[in-house]
């Protein structure tokens, strides 16, 4: 699989695939995956990314009524086993406790392959488990919010490779493309 930093899905409508790859391909380089409707998309910035894709949505709405979900990840990693997973997973959001210190925070796993493997659940859990565990160690307090959270840390996978990133509300309200949940 090719590198990637946005993962999309696109909508089951018949023409919509066809549609969401020729505006898609305009922003970087698109590759298909393995699972059904789900694109991955190599940009050069993903701040910028968001920013024109967001202009673009203002002036053509009718663009994006095949885009279900685009979610830029601000690191990624290949894994063979669910305990390389976990480690590699825990060294790129180890960081992250820092924003997290006193603040409402929940985690999000988007899990296509590795079936039987890894959990979406669990690893949530565990990496929020890890996230608690830091601020804990440096005196810091946190706690797990689904309803309404400061930031959410997100993770995808597509097979045996994951992306991470970190999103703040302020964040998720400035690019409403971007769905977590």
Not at 49 to 61: A, C, I, M, S, T
């Amino acid at each position: 699989m090719k590198e990637w930093n946005v993962v999309v899905t696109v909508h089951e409508h018949a023409h919509c695939y066809a549609q969401a790859c020729r505006f898609l391909k305009t922003f970087g380089e698109l590759a298909r995956t393995d699972f059904f409707n789900v694109l991955t998309l190599k940009v050069a910035d993903a701040e910028q990314f968001l920013q024109q894709l967001h202009q673009q949505f203002d002036e053509e709405p009718q663009l994006f009524e095949c885009i279900a979900r685009i979610l830029p990840v601000s690191h990624t990693f290949i894994y063979k086993t669910p305990e390389e997973f976990e480690v590699k997973a825990e060294a790129l959001i180890s960081p992250w406790e820092v924003k997290l210190a006193g603040t409402r925070f929940h985690v999000r796993m988007h899990r296509r392959g590795f079936k039987g493997r890894l959990t979406s659940q669990q690893e949530e859990k565990n990496i929020a488990d890890i996230l608690m565990c830091l601020l804990a160690e440096r005196g810091e307090t946190a706690s797990v919010d689904f309803d309404d959270p400061d930031f959410v840390v997100v993770v995808e996978t597509i097979g045996q490779q994951a992306g991470v990133s970190i999103w703040s509300r302020e964040e998720l309200l400035r690019y409403p493309l971007v769905k977590l949940d």
